[in-house]
């Protein structure tokens, strides 16, 4: 893994954050603007969690990953914690995988 | 640590859901960020990136989604530049928030360039559960150092491990990238539109991971906010 790239994205990263408290000096958005930017998470993250449940480079692959997001959603749904869904997604895969 | 002067307007009380007090409430988002930060040093070099790196990473970028989903690329095979994409876009949303955030941040530039680094979601949700801008600055503060602190010590620890836990699929640890994500959707669909955004925009993908490179699809899913908006939009008449 190359340095240039990860030192590029500590730039880029820290560019975003300061964009708006540094160079707009306290200017508000309009909520249309603000409504926008508020949605650019939900599709990026909704294709992460479908590729890389999925997703084996360019196939797609239905493994253990499949249920054990399914757990997780559960448990997301009751509103368990954030560690919970995390380490529950993981047992229920690792436990899947011994027993195959 | 900012000190805790003890003080707790009246709003704080009233307010039922944030902890009552500022550090109260950074300290266990600290601590479950951390053992979050174990998790992502660990995938970070199992992924193949150095310890260093992922110590770096958690130091610089600080920004939980964009680092998962640079090594979740890197991971599957992609290269650095297709791994940039998706962890970019993520980062986006910073830019919202710290737009958000600009009010209650201190006022000197220095203060204000080194707060900048601390504007992500946890620091962003606790400071808009307060109702007030001193009680909002303070939580914003408390949590930003906790969740710093925490973070990178969490990332420490498991790049440390990391090389020494064996296969990461064995352990299901490739399963814990959908699950982290999805708790980070979750409470975001609520927003006007957001369903919409997130269908569209995990259909996008899924139709082109056969296609395109490792973290194109991730990218091309941006696409998903013009329907969104729209969605949004029609939903609020």
């Known amino acids: 893994m190359s340095w240039t790239a990860l030192l590029a994205l500590c730039a880029i990263s820290y560019a975003l954050k300061a964009s708006g408290p540094v160079l707009a000096g306290g200017r508000q958005l309009g909520p249309q603007v603000r409504q926008t ?15 890389q449940t999925v997703g084996d480079g360019q196939n797609i692959v239905l493994d253990a990953r499949v249920p054990a997001l399914g757990v997780a959603a559960v448990l997301v749904w009751r509103r368990a914690p954030f560690l919970v869904v995390v380490l529950a997604a993981a047992a229920t895969a690792a436990l899947l995988r011994a027993l195959a | 640590m900012p000190q805790d002067d003890g003080y707790r307007g009246a709003m704080d009380v009233a307010i039922a859901k944030p902890p009552s007090s500022a550090v109260t409430g950074a300290v266990g988002i600290g601590v479950a960020v951390g053992v979050y930060g174990i998790s992502f040093g660990v995938l970070a ?10 110590c770096v990473m958690s130091m610089l970028v600080f920004t939980g989604a964009s680092q998962f989903a640079f090594v979740g690329v890197i991971a599957g095979g992609g290269g650095a530049l297709a791994a940039m994409g998706p962890a970019v876009m993520l980062a986006v949303r910073n830019a919202a928030y710290g737009l958000s955030l600009t009010s209650i941040l201190p006022e000197r530039l220095r203060d204000r360039a080194l707060a900048a680094h601390l504007v992500i979601d946890e620091t962003t949700a606790m400071a808009r559960a307060q109702s007030d801008p001193g009680a909002a600055r303070r939580a914003f503060l408390a949590t930003g150092v906790s969740v710093w602190v925490f973070w990178n010590a969490g990332t420490l620890v498991g790049a440390l491990l990391g090389g020494g836990i064996g296969d990461p699929k064995s352990l299901g640890l490739d399963a814990m990238f959908p699950a982290a994500f999805l708790a980070l959707l979750a409470p975001q669909l609520r927003r006007p539109g957001a369903p919409v955004a997130a269908v569209t925009g995990a259909a996008i993908a899924l139709a082109l991971v056969p296609f395109a490179p490792a973290g194109v699809p991730i990218v091309a899913a941006l696409a998903g906010v013009v329907p969104g908006v729209l969605a949004g939009k029609g939903v609020r008449g």
């Open chain 1, 37 to 51: 930017l508020d949605l650019v998470a939900v599709p990026l993250l909704a294709a992460l969690i479908l590729v």
């Open chain 2, 45 to 54: 070099v199992a992924g193949g990136l150095s310890p260093a790196q992922a």
